[in-house]
Structures are given as C-alpha cells and as structure tokens.
C-alpha cells in the first residue's frame, strides 16, 4: 500500500502544471514560459548570449537574445545576423523579407521575417533589432512552420516581459 501511495505521489507532481518563472541575468529579465527554458547563457563582456528553447524532443520554438554594448546602426546589427544564417550548411532556401519598423514589446526597432527548411522541415521566424539604454539587441524568434501555433504563447510571453534595467552589465 505505501508503494502505490508513492507512485501515486510521484505521477502527480510529474503532472502538476509548470508555472512561469522571471529571469533575471545580465541586465535583462523576462518571463521564461512554462513548458521552455533557458538552455544558453554566454558573457563575452560587451556581448551577451541566452537561448531559451521549448521543452521535449520534438519541440521547436527557439528564442535568442544578443546584445552587445556596441553601438550599431540597426540594419548593420541585423545584417551581421542575417549573415550567420546564411554561413549555416544546415540551412536551406534561407529567403529574408526586408527590414520594416516594428516594436518588440515596448522597445520600437526594427524586424525581418524569414523561412527555410532544415532536415526536411519548414521553419520561420523573425529577426528582431532595436536599441534601448546604451546597448543594441537583437533577438530572434524560430520554429517550425507546423509548430507555429504550439510556440505563440511563449513567444508572447517573453516578448511582452522583456525589461532592460539601465546600466547593463
């Protein structure tokens, strides 16, 4: 009896819901979605990295936030990921809209769409770029084309949350 009171025990918390959880590095914070993680962090002292990736095997959605103290034209900034992109040989019919003004939450820059297909699969996504308390971001939301509708929730999550504390590390 007190085994299968145990299991029990156990296959309930391994079922409770996840909960959103605030994350706080580098200057940044954001809301991590329930159900993603941050899987990435690299400071390069004036350039900052952080990955946050959709939990599970078959998961796709992918958030990455750069930034860098350096003070860089928009497009320039962009054009340098856009770039990296292209230098992939796992990427292809990488195909870039032009660059138009959009906000990322509250902070007003610039974004470019993209597509392409990787091992077989359609992905897109958009390229994020704007400047905001001394420093100048980029950061790029990816998935599947058919996980599209499973990843706009922690899109949105994140996006909405982000918040840059002035004075960044």
């Known amino acids: 009896m007190k085994r299968v009171f145990i299991i029990l025990l156990v296959f309930c918390f391994s079922c409770a ?9 580098y200057g940044i914070s954001f809301t ?9 962090k690299e400071d390069y002292e004036d350039t900052w990295y952080i990955s946050i990736e959709k939990k599970g095997f078959s998961s796709s959605g992918l958030v990455n ?6 003070d860089y034209e ?25 660059a138009k003004e959009e906000y990322y939450g509250q902070y007003k820059g610039i974004v470019s769409t993209y597509n392409f297909v990787t091992l ?10 704007f400047h905001e308390n001394g420093i100048t971001m980029c950061i790029i939301h990816q ?3 058919e996980d599209r509708e499973k990843n706009l929730r922690g899109f ?3 996006e909405k949350s982000l918040s840059l504390k002035k004075g960044i590390n």
């Open 32 to 40: 991590c979605p329930s159900g993603w993680k941050v899987t990435e």
């Open 156 to 158: 949105e999550i994140i």
């Open 74 to 98: 928009l497009d320039e900034y962009l054009q340098i990921f856009q770039e990296s992109f292209l230098n992939q040989k796992v990427i292809r019919n990488l195909v870039f809209q032009e």
């Open 17 to 25: 819901e996840q909960k959103d959880i605030q994350v706080d590095i």
């Open 143 to 145: 998935g599947a084309v």
């Open 120 to 129: 077989s699969v359609k992905h897109d996504g958009k390229m994020y770029v």
């Open 65 to 70: 936030i750069s930034f860098t103290k350096e």
